[in-house]
T-cell receptor
Framework: NAGVMQNPRHLVRRRGQEARLRCSPMKGHSHVYWYRQLPEEGLKFMVYLQKENIIDESGMPKERFSAEFPKEGPSILRIQQVVRGDSAAYFC?????????????FGQGTRLTVV | GDSVTQMEGPVTLSEEAFLTINCTYTATGYPSLFWYVQYPGEGLQLLLKATKADDKGSNKGFEATYRKETTSFHLEKGSVQVSDSAVYFCALADGSSNTGKLIFGQGTTLQVKP
């Protein structure tokens, strides 16, 4: 059973371009979480999705950021018109169910650099 | 809102030394508590967890006890190895919303020297 797969591992974008980050959850997992890790900081929650639904997007910036988890295919975190401050590591986690006792499994992250 | 505070790093120890990384939390309700480890260039791996007061989580020689009275979940290991060098994150699962959303501390870097 493959783990959570994120791609690309590294992504370089110029200011103003779009960044698309992909996350394939573990097999059988229908709950996906996105977190952002700024340099020298802990992870900050961004969004929680189930198949075709956004459940909690309280951590998402109001502009330029969007996320989806379609019925088929990976979850996508999309950042439009990137700025230098978007440079960070973006981690995806998946779990088989919701709830505070449920373990989340993390991918290796996508490291976005905006130049 | 809920929050997690960890001791600042880096923590530098010699091999076989005793390790303590302090973690305290603020939360409504009864959160579950976790320690995650991040090796360089990698994602986070769950190290141990505890779901209720007085539970002790343990794994690979690491231990942490859920202390409700002091709202703490300190990580300990009796004898560290060079391979334990990593960043350690304390986290809680938001019990009020029950979504599984995690709130992380800022991380503590551990460096173990031979």
């Amino acid at each position: 059973n493959a783990g959570v797969m994120q791609n690309p591992r590294h992504l370089v974008r110029r200011r103003g371009q779009e960044a698309r980050l992909r996350c394939s959850p573990m097999k059988g997992h229908s709950h996906v979480y996105w977190y952002r890790q700024l340099p020298e900081e802990g992870l900050k929650f961004m969004v929680y999705l189930q198949k075709e639904n956004i459940i909690d997007e309280s951590g998402m910036p109001k502009e330029r950021f969007s996320a989806e988890f379609p019925k088929e295919g990976p979850s996508i975190l999309r950042i439009q018109q990137v700025v230098r401050g978007d440079s960070a590591a973006y981690f995806c986690a998946s779990s088989p169910a919701t709830g505070s006792n449920t373990e989340a499994f993390f991918g290796q992250g996508t490291r976005l650099t905006v130049v | 809102g809920d929050s997690v505070t960890q001791m600042e790093g880096p923590v530098t120890l010699s091999e076989e030394a005793f390790l303590t990384i302090n973690c305290t939390y603020t939360a409504t309700g009864y959160p579950s508590l976790f320690w995650y480890v991040q090796y360089p260039g990698e994602g986070l791996q769950l190290l141990l967890k505890a779901t209720k007061a007085d539970d002790k989580g343990s794994n690979k020689g690491f231990e942490a006890t859920y202390r409700k009275e002091t709202t703490s979940f300190h990580l300990e290991k009796g004898s560290v190895q060079v391979s334990d060098s990593a960043v350690y994150f304390c986290a809680l699962a938001d019990g009020s919303s029950n979504t599984g959303k995690l709130i992380f501390g800022q991380g503590t870097t551990l460096q173990v020297k031979p």
